[in-house]
C-alpha cells in the first residue's frame, strides 16, 4: 500500500535524523534477496524533528549512501512518517473498490482531523471477500506539504520515487516477512530510532494504530552526558556495546518508562476503540535503539509480556557481501524500515 505511484531491483531508501540507509532487494528469483547494504551517517542537526534544516547536507548524504550501495539508477522506494499521517480502521458499506474510492474522501472528513484539501489518500479493503454488509478498510492520510517536502529532498539528490509508503507500513512488510508467527493476536512493534520513537500496534497482521513518542537514541546519549558526565563518543560507545553498563541502569529506567507508558496508551487507546477488545501480547522492537544493553529486558519487566528484537533478517535471503565491511549484528536492527521498503516490488 502506497499514497502514489508503483524492475526486479528495488531500493530502499530510508532518510532518518541521524543516519541515511539504503537496502537493495533483488525479485527476479523465487524468494527476494537482499543483495546490498549501506549506511551513511548525517551531520548532526541536518533534520531536527522531521524537519531538514540543511537540505544540500541530506542531499549529499543520500547521494552518498546510494553510491557506496552501488546504486545506478534514480528509482528508489521511501516513506513518510510522524504525526502529519494518520491510519485508522474504519468500516464502511460493502461495495465494490470504485465506489470505496468515490465513498473514502467522505469518510475521511469523518475519520481524519486535517484539512481534505491538504492531504493525500489512500486505502486498503481488509476483507474484500468476506461476506455481511459491512467490510473493514484502512484508511491513510497524509498532509501534501509532508510528501512534497519528502520528494523535494530526492529531487535535489537526482532521484524519483516509485512509489512513497508509509513508515507503519514499510515496517509491518520486513516484519511480517520475517516474523510470520507474529501476525496474530495484537503486537507492537516499536522501532527505536535517532530522535522517535515508533509505536505501530498490529492487529492480526494489520498495523491499525501508530504513535510517534519524541525520545530516542539521541536522548539517551543526551543523558548519559548530563548525568555521568561522559563524552558524545564515550556515550554512544555505551550504547551501541554489547555489555550494560551500570552508567546505563538509570538512564533506561527513565527513557524505558516512557517508552513503556507510550506502548500501554497506545494498547489502551485500541482496546477502547476496537471491538476486538483484546490485550497486547507481545512486542518486539528494532531501530538502532533496540541494540541497547538492557533496553528489551527493561521494557519486558515493565510491560509484563514478552518483548523480543525483530530481525529484519530471519526469513529474508541474503547475498555474501551484502552488509560489506558493516558488522551485520551491527547494522541489521537498523535496517527494517530500509528493508521493508526494498520488499516492495515494482509492479
Not at 532518510?15 to 527476479?28: E, M, Q, T
Not at 551531520?43 to 546510494?66: C, F, K, Q, T, Y
Not at 474484500?128 to 535535489?156: F, S, W, Y
Request: charged share 25%; proline share 3%; with cysteine.
Amino acid at each position: 500500500m502506497g499514497l502514489f505511484g508503483r524492475s526486479r531491483t528495488t531500493v530502499g531508501l530510508d532518510i532518518g535524523s541521524g543516519l541515511i540507509k539504503v537496502a537493495v532487494v533483488d525479485h527476479g528469483k523465487k524468494q527476494p534477496e537482499l543483495v546490498k547494504v549501506a549506511v551513511t551517517p548525517l551531520l548532526a542537526d541536518a533534520i531536527v524533528e522531521g524537519e531538514v534544516m540543511d537540505p544540500g547536507i541530506v542531499s549529499d548524504a543520500v547521494r552518498g549512501a546510494l553510491s557506496a550501495a552501488g546504486v545506478k539508477g534514480s528509482a528508489v522506494v521511501t516513506a513518510v512518517g510522524g504525526r502529519d499521517v494518520i491510519i485508522k480502521k474504519i468500516q464502511i458499506e460493502r461495495v465494490k473498490e470504485q465506489q470505496a474510492r468515490e465513498l473514502m474522501r467522505w469518510e475521511a472528513e469523518q475519520h481524519v482531523p486535517f484539512d481534505m484539501e491538504s492531504v493525500e489518500l489512500d486505502f486498503q479493503i481488509l476483507d474484500p471477500d468476506g461476506g455481511g454488509d459491512e467490510m473493514q478498510v484502512l484508511l491513510v492520510a497524509a498532509k501534501r506539504e509532508l510528501i512534497e517536502n519528502k520528494l523535494r529532498i530526492l529531487t535535489d539528490a537526482g532521484l524519483k520515487p516509485s512509489l512513497v509508503d508509509v513508515d507503519a507500513f514499510a515496517l509491518h512488510n520486513a516484519f511480517e516477512v520475517n516474523h510470520p508467527d507474529a501476525m496474530s493476536g495484537i503486537v507492537g512493534l516499536v522501532n527505536i530510532g535517532h530522535e522517535v520513537t515508533n509505536i505501530n500496534i498490529l492487529d492480526e497482521g494489520v498495523p491499525i494504530l501508530t504513535r510517534d513518542l519524541t525520545v530516542g537514541t539521541r536522548r539517551f546519549r543526551e543523558d548519559l552526558q548530563r548525568e555521568r558526565g561522559l563524552s558524545a563518543d564515550e556515550a554512544d560507545q555505551l550504547l551501541q556495546g554489547y555489555d550494560r553498563s551500570s552508567h546505563l541502569d538509570s538512564v533506561i529506567e527513565s527513557r524505558g518508562e516512557e517508552i513503556a507508558v507510550g506502548v500501554e496508551r497506545a494498547a489502551a487507546f485500541l482496546a477502547s476503540s476496537a471491538r476486538t477488545g483484546g490485550q497486547l501480547s507481545s512486542v518486539y522492537t528494532c531501530g538502532g535503539g533496540s541494540r541497547i544493553p538492557g533496553l528489551t529486558e527493561a521494557l519486558a519487566n515493565r510491560l509484563r509480556i514478552r518483548v523480543d528484537q525483530a530481525n529484519p533478517l530471519a526469513n529474508l535471503k541474503v547475498r555474501d557481501g551484502a552488509f560489506g565491511s558493516l558488522v551485520t549484528d551491527e547494522i541489521a536492527p537498523l535496517m527494517m524500515l530500509p528493508i521493508g521498503l526494498a520488499l516492495r516490488s515494482a509492479a
